[in-house]
DNA sequence: TTGCTCCTCACGTCACGTGAGGTGGC
DNA sequence: TTGCTCCTCACGTCACGTGAGGTGGC
């Protein structure tokens, strides 16, 4: 009843007659198939409005064709993400059920830009060197962007960047660039670049990308393999395959210390589907 | 940038410093975890008012669990609620490619109360005596009624309801049943049924159905073949099978003349999923 | 006189997006 | 002085659902 109303005030369904004195609408059996046209446009997907253009004017096949391929494509994507998200939180049910409490870590996926970076590659032998020669490697990069007039982002943004280029998780033999973000047209980089090429540093635009899977773990550094493994097994369960290196950003703390017990990172991982 | 205004207004996320001279909002890098839970739970599909209350308490596993299956079972249904709608424009669409033009008929799913009813069922030697057979058939009804003082419902109710009982579409032999909608008491009615329970005329409940496609045909009787036909096509195309006769309701017009062209008919069958 | 059904506003829904109009630091 | 970024209201979104307060016919 309170639908006919609407429809009435929209232009949709205006009723057959309307008493005078009490404003009483009154519906003919005859307007039965413009409602039943309605609801089933309605049940189509499209909106009143569109319904309402459609009522209006004589609709050609084709146009009618046209708009239905749209709403096809639209309905398509909303079954993909209602079923992205029936994956979700299956994934977190099996969670709770296999480990029998809830993690504590919230993976998300989000957007990421490209980003001018200075770098310096290096394969560290083992894991347990990984803490002092990350903190060695972002002095150099420090002193040399010093050096070469470029400027570090600063400290909303992340001081201390890794990337993890080995394929797969290894306590030897770790495959890892450590990353400087730098506030610098592409143009006084080139330049920077051309005059110190045989240097190990590197000026590059790290690549952007369009699905990053991140999370984020508080405490002591040694821990963060907890949130690693949780974002692997995140990744497989919600049926994405990884799409480059991981990213370890230190966001806050005393990040250069290997020692503080309360460091602030976000891993990122860039994943595509299927 | 409005998203965190609102988290902040809703008590999501309250900036960890605001200026108090200038109102700015100052978030820091340890209310990233925080914000990332949000956007998690968000992405499960829990609304705002769920996620705040999810955040101010401890929740116990177990309670994080049945949250989590509420959500999965509705998260199905709406995969479910997609799929309908998108094998509803790809019917649709393939009607449209199929035959070149768009179909008059629109069909809908709808509900349908019980009834009662009275009602007379025969076996019609071919369909071209239908008209003729089923208009007597009524005076009839209505006659009996009259004697019974059982009330037929008035004019918005359609007039003449035939249920065909035949599973499948033929021209000889049809089981048709006459039925006629009475507005009575199951108490009342009962009594009446015990007087004359010799007679041909039956009284019952119609039953409900709580799906039932529906289409309407506005013209001549001879031309309702083509709703039928167009109905029984979308059911197929929709995945729904067939769960009881097809019901022909008169809604306006001169139902009981056969000649008359413009008549107004809704057909109506009860269906099922899968 | 008492219910009953209809009516017309007006407001709420959900999670923001979008101006309008204003202000502090460069 | 001019942009720039932030701010605070206030309103719009989409298709209704839900009172509040009122009226005509039984």
Excluded at 21 to 43: C, G, H, M, V, W
Excluded at 89 to 99: D, F, G, K, M, T
Excluded at 139 to 147: F, Q
Aim: charged fraction near 25%; charge should be negative.
């Amino acid at each position: 009843v309170a639908t006919l109303r609407y429809y009435d005030q929209m232009g949709l369904l205006k009723p057959a007659h309307v008493d005078p004195f009490t404003d009483y609408r009154y519906y003919s059996a005859e307007q039965l198939p413009r409602l039943n046209r309605i609801l089933a446009l309605k049940d189509l997907g499209f909106s009143l409005e569109q319904i309402a253009q459609l009522l209006k004017r004589t609709i050609m096949p084709d146009e009618m064709r046209g708009m239905l391929l749209l709403r096809q494509a639209d309905a398509e994507r909303e079954v993909k993400e209602a079923q992205t998200r029936l994956a979700r939180v299956s994934a977190r049910l099996h969670e709770i059920e296999q480990e029998g409490v809830a993690s504590p870590y919230d993976i998300v996926i989000k957007q990421v830009a490209p980003q001018w970076v200075i770098s310096t590659r290096q394969i560290v032998g083992h894991i347990d060197e990984m803490g002092t020669l990350c903190w060695q490697l972002h002095r150099e990069l420090r002193d040399w962007a010093n050096r070469q007039q470029l400027k570090p982002l600063p400290e909303p943004a992340p001081q201390l960047v890794n990337l993890y280029h080995s394929t797969e998780y290894r306590e030897t033999d770790v495959d890892v660039e450590a990353v400087l973000f730098v506030s610098q047209t592409g143009k006084r980089i080139e330049a920077a670049s051309a005059g110190k090429n045989a240097h190990p540093f590197e000026i590059r635009e790290l690549e952007g990308a369009p699905m990053m899977a991140s999370g984020i773990h508080q405490g002591a550094m040694a821990d963060v393999l907890a949130l690693v493994k949780a974002m692997l097994i995140w990744i497989d369960q919600n049926s994405y395959a990884i799409a480059g290196p991981v990213r370890e950003l230190h966001l806050a703390g005393r990040a250069a210390s290997a020692e503080a017990d309360q460091h602030l990172v976000e891993l990122q991982i860039p994943i595509v589907n299927l």
